[in-house]
């Protein structure tokens, strides 16, 4: 069983920051790529950033120069630093990983983590 979680979202003002982290914890042997998609009412699921293995880095023309992500291999985790933010950043924030387990090369979602931005 794999898990994801998500944390550090939250209610921010225009200008602000927030760092979501999310970790993936079960029978994982490695995991490839990790990132962040987000989602507003009544749009698709939209790529936000991600990381592969090696720290190869992609994002958003909408987040970038704005958010940062990185991982920590050891610990299977990834982060999203959000500097700059906007109000048409609200969302809610999914962390992704690709991943094998078990022999078994999946991807997994987390449950998300709301960000709203606004004053």
């Known amino acids: 069983q794999v898990q994801l979680v998500e944390s550090g979202g939250g209610l921010v003002q225009p200008g602000g920051s927030l760092r979501l982290s999310c970790a993936a914890s079960g029978n994982i042997f490695s995991i490839y790529t990790m990132g962040w998609h987000r989602q507003t009412p009544g749009k698709q699921r939209e790529l936000v950033a991600t990381i592969t293995s090696a720290g190869s880095t992609n994002y958003a023309n909408s987040v970038k120069g704005r958010f940062t992500l990185s991982r920590d291999n050891a610990k299977n985790m990834v982060y999203l630093q959000m500097n700059s933010l906007k109000p048409e950043d609200t969302a809610v924030y999914y962390c992704?990983?690709?991943?094998?387990?078990?022999?078994?090369?999946?991807?997994?979602w987390g449950q998300g983590t709301q960000v709203t931005v606004s004053s």
């Open positions: 992704y990983a690709d991943l094998l387990s078990l022999n078994y090369r999946s991807g997994h």
